[in-house]
């Protein structure tokens, strides 16, 4: 029998080698850091909450100065875009043809006084018949009335300002005719100092404010809920607050809102009628309320808002949160979240639900911001 020694080396050599292997212990792989990410304690606070709504401002009084007499315009006495008083003279009409006409009502009136004495000494004696007495008596009060109507005529020919404010441009010049039954107005009026701001607020907002006041959820902030805060339409807040001063009583059927009216000082006349604003409405306090920064919350592909939370342990728990407004650069939540939780607000795209993190505590929120936001 022939040996291969050769070939049988060949099957040692490999088996010695794989057992040299199996006998060697493997290294063990260094532990990841748990990532570093920055979070936030939650505490609870009373909240003023208010409503940011668009409005226009309107003149607190406005008035459309009109004729009251035929006649041409002789003088204009005011000067366009001015402050005019109450009782002013602006138009002078002219008075020729109503000064003859109250001239002969005057002369009318004496003649008629004259007849009705005498013939009352005569009714006395029985000298004409009750009759006749009483016909110049009635044409003796007529007389009065016409002088009357006469003297208002006259006096209007004088156009007189019905309101203070500040008057429009002129749209009749010195010459012009005008009527007493005339539709164009010869100038207006608009009393700015006060100023009107008119905001309109969905019907189902205002059941909402009163649903959770009637729950005790929110609380009436006393004399500061009437007060308004506006913001001009270049974005610049206006130094003056206003008033809540009336709410309409019936809902607009075409857009489901309701009209409310507050009242604002303009002494420079900065609203004029007309401008876009947006005015701020203090609504109530809600206590107990629970504020997180907009960093800290995110949503999911479905549109539902998430948050991380780490717990004692320092993991990472996603939570599905129900957040209600904005207040400044916070979310207030309605639910999801509660006073101590500690929510990741830097770093969120390093965390994953379940994972071990290293919270620190968080430098991307402006506390002194968070502390003006929530402050009532």
Do not use: H
């Not at 904005?326 to 509660?338: A, F, K, R």
Request: charged residues 20%.
């Amino acid at each position: 029998m022939k040996i291969r020694p050769v070939r049988s080396l060949g099957y040692v050599l490999p088996l010695s080698v794989l057992l040299l292997v199996a006998c060697k212990e493997p290294e063990q792989a260094p532990l990841a850091k748990p990532p570093e990410v920055g979070v936030i304690t939650l505490k609870a606070k009373s909240v003023l909450l208010s409503n940011d709504l668009p409005g226009r401002t309107s003149a607190f009084r406005a008035a459309e100065v009109r004729p009251q007499v035929s006649g041409i315009i002789q003088k204009r006495l005011f000067n366009e875009g001015a402050v005019v008083k109450q009782g002013q003279q602006l138009y002078q009409i002219d008075p020729s043809t109503y000064q003859a006409a109250y001239d002969k009502a005057k002369a009318n009136l004496d003649t008629t006084r004259n007849l009705a004495e005498r013939y009352k000494r005569l009714v006395e004696s029985r000298a004409i018949s009750r009759q006749q007495f009483d016909d110049a008596d009635a044409n003796y009060r007529q007389a009065q009335a016409d002088l009357k109507m006469a003297q208002i005529n006259l006096e209007y020919t004088k156009v007189l300002a019905p309101i203070d404010g500040r008057i429009s441009r002129s749209a009749v010049t010195e010459g012009a005719l005008v009527s007493s039954n005339q539709s164009e107005a010869l100038a207006s009026i608009n009393q700015l100092d006060p100023i009107y701001v008119d905001v309109t607020q969905a019907s189902t907002e205002m059941l909402r404010l009163r649903r959770e006041v009637a729950s005790g959820q929110l609380s009436m902030a006393g004399p500061d809920q009437v007060k308004v805060q506006l913001t001009l339409e270049d974005g610049t807040p206006y130094s003056q607050p206003g008033a809540l001063k009336f709410t309409e009583v019936t809902v607009d059927p075409g857009t489901g809102a309701v009209t409310m009216r507050a009242a604002f000082p303009n002494p420079e006349n900065v609203l004029l009628p007309g401008m876009f604003v947006r005015a701020s409405l203090a609504e109530g306090v809600r206590d107990n309320a629970i504020l997180v920064p907009q960093q800290g919350v995110t949503r999911d592909l479905k549109g539902q808002a998430t948050a991380f939370v780490v717990g004692e342990d320092n993991k990472a728990e996603l939570r599905d949160i129900k957040v209600m407004r904005t207040i400044g650069n916070q979310w207030l939540v309605e639910s999801g979240l509660s006073a101590g939780d500690r929510v990741v607000t830097e770093g969120v795209q390093r965390v994953k639900a379940g994972a071990v993190v290293s919270p620190v505590p968080a430098t991307n929120i402006d506390a002194s911001s968070v502390m003006a936001a929530s402050a009532p």
